[in-house]
């Protein structure tokens, strides 16, 4: 057979028990990793590329770890008392997390974005039954952060907001759950880890416990070539309110990725590995690339944040078989 | 003849921080020119190498997407309102 990948799936019992469990928030967390076998053309037969599938989480993003371990802390801690409503901006996928938590735990959840979220995310909030508040759409995910800090201080008492830009929980979610997961799926033998910054939690937290199993994991971020960028999910950190709980020092590198670069990474991963991410994906896949033709050997492990189907009204997918032809990209249709 | 154009947070350095400027155009395309002109260095920023609006920037007239009336070749008249708006960063 001339698909290698065929005959070992073929050939392989693919048998698993499938989890039982008694609520959708014990399904956060414990997320595959794929390993990313043909778009990696041309590197070193030494290296191995996986990429953590977070699509996989209950509520369709990486954004299900840290809404929970903040909601959580919330709860221990007494802040989030019985009654209270929770609130906090976000670009979508933090939103819809809260959204169905609260939906879990019996709290109202109110949510900033900015008013040119994708259809699908203010429709998938909706279904959660969460109330949102939109912010001026020009004024971006920052917008959203002064907004809400403008309702929460009107009404201080009503709310309890997990605050994801500042609150240490949200790295703190990473630090116990995808750095350990990581480490423990590649039996201790990653080398690199690659993931983009919106929050910077996953980086953040996922590198701080990689650092500490091995000093010598290199902790690499993504972010936007530019202020004006459309990576939806990501930050460009020089031009916007940066985050409390980042911390650049942590980094080994940073690595700038083009809009153009990424969408085209999102169109070779569903036509040439099967699977149809986010563009935050696309980015955090064209960064490793990179890192991976420099490299003789290693064991490169990203993450892709959530899956695509959030997406497909948005820009990314306008004109983009025009585009298709751009680089070096070869497609069959 | 001049409209409005409202513009996001990531170009108003080119635009020593205001949020709304006027310009000048028959159209879009004479319009980026002339913001061009008064703000060196946004027309890269709006559109690509061979001149068409980068994908991931929307550019509205009147709250009309122009990809959905003629692109470039929409026609302005006074008083029109134009933004220039980018996708949504993180969190």
Redesign the interface.
């Known amino acids: 057979m001339a698909n290698p990948t065929a005959a070992r799936w073929i050939a392989s019992e693919r048998f698993r028990e499938p989890k039982k469990v008694e609520s959708v928030l014990d399904l956060v967390g414990e997320t595959p990793l794929l390993e990313i076998r043909k778009t990696p053309e041309g590197i070193s037969p030494g290296v191995r590329i996986f990429a953590k599938l977070e699509g996989m989480n209950p509520g369709g993003s990486v954004k299900d770890r840290p809404a929970l371990k903040m909601i959580q802390e919330g709860i221990k801690s007494g802040k989030l008392a019985a009654g209270k409503t929770i609130i906090d901006?976000?670009?979508?996928n933090?939103g819809i997390a809260l959204a169905m938590i609260g939906r879990v735990l019996d709290y109202p959840v109110e949510l900033v974005m900015?008013s040119?979220?994708s259809a699908e995310r203010k429709r998938i909030i909706s279904a959660y039954g969460a109330k949102v508040t939109y912010s001026d759409?020009?004024?971006?995910?920052?917008?959203a952060i002064l907004l809400c800090r403008e309702i929460l201080e009107k009404n201080p008492d009503k709310y309890f907001k997990p605050d994801?830009?500042c609150n240490p929980m949200n790295s703190q979610a990473h630090y116990e759950t995808t750095g350990p997961e990581v480490y423990r799926q590649t039996d201790g033998r990653i080398t690199h880890f690659i993931a983009?910054?919106?929050?910077s939690g996953t980086i953040m937290g996922a590198g701080r416990y990689l650092k500490e199993k091995n000093s010598k994991i290199r902790v690499i971020a993504v972010e936007?070539d530019?202020?004006?960028?459309?990576?939806?999910?990501?930050?460009?950190m020089a031009?916007?309110i940066v985050?409390g709980i980042y911390h650049e020092e942590a980094l080994d590198e940073k690595i700038p990725a083009s809009?153009?670069d990424a969408?085209a990474m999102v169109y070779r991963l569903a036509q040439e590995e099967g699977i149809l991410v986010g563009q935050?994906s696309g980015a955090a896949m064209h960064a490793t690339l990179q890192i991976a033709r420099k490299l003789r050997s290693g064991v490169l492990v990203t993450v892709f944040p959530d899956f695509g189907d959030k997406y497909l009204t948005?820009?990314l997918w306008?004109?983009w078989r025009d585009?298709m032809s751009v680089g070096n990209l070869k497609f069959s249709i | 003849m001049s409209v409005r154009v409202r513009v996001p947070t990531p170009l108003r350095k080119f635009t020593n921080g205001a949020d709304e400027v006027a310009a000048q155009g028959q159209n879009v395309r004479a319009l980026v020119d002339d913001l061009e002109k008064s703000y060196p260095g946004i027309k890269e920023r709006i559109c690509d190498e061979t001149g068409k609006i980068r994908r991931f920037v929307n550019v509205y007239v009147n709250g009309d997407d122009i990809r959905f009336l003629q692109n470039l070749e929409t026609s302005l008249k006074e008083g029109d309102n134009i933004s220039i708006v980018p996708a949504i960063a993180g969190g």
Request: negative net charge; charged residues 15%.
């Open positions: 901006s976000t670009s979508g933090t900015p040119n979220v759409q020009l004024e971006g995910s920052d917008g994801q830009y983009g910054i919106g929050t936007p530019d202020a004006l960028h459309g990576l939806e999910g990501l930050k460009h031009t916007s985050p809009t153009e969408y935050s948005t820009n306008v004109g585009r």
